[in-house]
Nanobody, 122 residues
Framework: QVQLVEFGGGSVQTGGSLRLSCAGS????????MGWFRQAPGKEREFVAVISSSGGYTLYRDSVKGRFTISGDKAKNTVYLQMNSLKLKDTAVYYCAAGMYFVTDKGRFDYWGQGTQVTVSS
């Protein structure tokens, strides 16, 4: 079992930055592929970024490429999502998730955090 807790959400103006953290407990996150997903009001939860268990591979949704960076710190058992140049459309609840496979399909992730709100305003 893995327990995940997200930190770092908040309110920021367009063009600003936030760094989300996802702290794991129960098992080492290095055993899992780790993903970030987001869900805006009235919309389905969507893939944002994923990092492989080795940390050597990453994938991003097209709309965040060049702005968001996913990374991990095995010593801290934490995964991060650095978000720069934030846009209004980035407003959502952000969730981290752990799974056995390096995929973008939210259905393939087994463990989820409770989510953290990110609000971008003009």
């Amino acid at each position: 079992q893995v327990q995940l807790v997200e930190f770092g959400g908040g309110s920021v103006q367009t063009g600003g930055s936030l760094r989300l953290s996802c702290a794991g407990s129960g098992r080492t996150l290095g055993s899992y592929a780790m993903g970030w997903f987001r869900q805006a009001p009235g919309k389905e939860r969507e893939f944002v970024a994923v990092i492989s268990s080795s940390g050597g591979y990453t994938l991003y949704r097209d709309s965040v490429k060049g702005r968001f960076t996913i990374s991990g710190d095995k010593a801290k058992n934490t995964v991060y999502l650095q978000m720069n140049s934030l846009k209004l459309k980035d407003t959502a609840v952000y969730y981290c998730a752990a799974g056995m496979y390096f995929v973008t399909d939210k259905g393939r992730f087994d463990y989820w955090g409770q989510g953290t709100q990110v609000t971008v305003s003009s």
